[in-house]
């Protein structure tokens, strides 16, 4: 029997409360499947270890998560630690470190999820994202000059590569390619004149190898209105990095809010883990509550079957969502319901019984 061994980092704030039901959600399926087990392994990793160690993951973590078949994550950052210093200790860093370079973050809109569009179908909400995940604005390159002066001046400095650049653009064309749809690049070319400008370019050089493939450009401010006047213009969609992070909020917000929005950082090649989470924060408004919606997180469970191409296990799981959405008497109160966060998850594990 196959065996997945998954490092758990639930962070802080609702994260650890959602991840709960994701890994519920995961035994359940493993045991209805019957064909693979899975194991957790946790690491306490997050603002409450930093305040305790003065670091936000031990110093031989990254070497104690290289072995694992995924690491799912549940949120990081909180209140009393600076957000630069918590995500760049961890969440950020992981991404770098294993060259998760792909960070797909799929928009769309389950039957019964609620939409704040007028005028628009479900199936006009139906794209997936493909953010470049390594470089651009976050590779934290820059300097601050001339502190405490009036002159003084920051700088930072989006860095992209030709590599970095080429390898998420082959990867989105694949992905259309496969899934017979059709490739959005969103740039800023007119005002960036360096690093959208050569975007632009790789796309165009890249699209050479994909005739097949039919394909669109956007500039970002554009697509940002047209993802809310009329989304169904976008099928697979590739960005940079910051874009991508803005691009996928709003993404969220028209495909039924931050509690239903998944994301996977994927290093394609498997040559380090992937790292599988919800796209939202801590969230720390409702932290302890049990208030937090864990379908984000589930979702994040079905892309890691996905990606471990236990494809008819991920599938349910989403047909389960839908069908939780539809039934509606099992929803947190940001999609209007009452229920606590782990009804939800046992509400899933329940449709997923009577699936199969
Ligand atoms: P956030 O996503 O935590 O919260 C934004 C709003 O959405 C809040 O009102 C929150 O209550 C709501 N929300 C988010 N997830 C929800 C869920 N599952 N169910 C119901 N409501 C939900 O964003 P923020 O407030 O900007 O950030 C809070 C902290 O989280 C910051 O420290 C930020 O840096 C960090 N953050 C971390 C990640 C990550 O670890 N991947 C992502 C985004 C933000
Ligand atoms: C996300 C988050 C992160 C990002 C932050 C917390 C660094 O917003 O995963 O969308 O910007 O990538
Ligand atoms: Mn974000």
């Known amino acids: 029997m196959k065996q997945y061994h998954v490092a758990v980092i639930a962070g802080d704030g609702i994260g650890p409360e959602v991840l709960t039901e994701g890994r519920k959600v995961l035994r359940a399926v493993a045991q209805l499947a019957g064909t693979f087990s899975v194991s957790f392994t946790e690491f306490p990793w997050g603002c409450e270890y930093y305040l305790k160690t003065g670091c936000m993951m031990e110093e031989d973590g990254m070497e104690k998560l290289k072995g694992f078949d995924a690491i799912y994550l549940g949120a990081v950052g909180y209140p009393d630690v600076p957000d630069h210093v918590s995500l760049g200790g961890l969440l950020l860093k992981i991404r770098r470190g294993f060259d998760e370079y792909i960070n797909l973050r799929p928009v769309h809109l389950l039957e019964g999820a609620p939409c704040p569009l007028k005028d628009v179908a479900r199936e006009d909400i139906d794209m997936i994202v493909v953010r470049e995940n390594s470089e651009g604005e976050y590779a934290n390159v820059g300097a601050r000059l001339y502190q405490g002066t009036p002159e003084e001046i920051a ?202």
């Open 155 to 356: 700088l930072q400095t989006g860095v992209f590569s030709r590599r970095g650049t080429e390898r998420v653009i082959r990867y989105a064309y694949d992905l259309a390619r496969r899934e017979k749809k059709t490739l959005t690049s969103i740039s800023k070319g007119n005002a960036l004149g360096y690093s959208m400008v050569f975007w632009d370019e790789i796309f165009r050089e890249v699209g050479e190898d994909y005739p097949d493939v039919e394909t669109h450009s956007y500039l970002v401010d554009a697509a940002s209105m047209f993802f809310v006047k009329d989304p169904k213009r976008f099928e697979v969609v590739v960005t940079s990095n910051l874009f991508g992070d803005i691009l996928t909020d709003l993404g969220a917000a028209i495909a039924g809010g931050m509690g239903l929005a998944a994301g996977a950082n994927l290093n394609p090649e498997r040559r380090f883990p992937s790292m599988f989470e919800p796209i939202h924060g801590s969230a720390p408004d409702i932290a302890g509550q049990g208030l937090a919606n864990p379908l984000a997180a589930i979702w994040s469970i079905s892309q890691m079957l996905d990606f471990w191409e236990e494809r008819v296990w991920a599938k349910k799981i989403l047909c389960a969502m839908e069908r939780l959405l539809v039934e509606k008497n099992t929803l947190t109160p940001d999609l209007g319901g009452t229920a606590r966060t782990t009804d939800v998850g046992d509400a899933v594990v329940r449709l997923l019984e009577e699936s199969v």
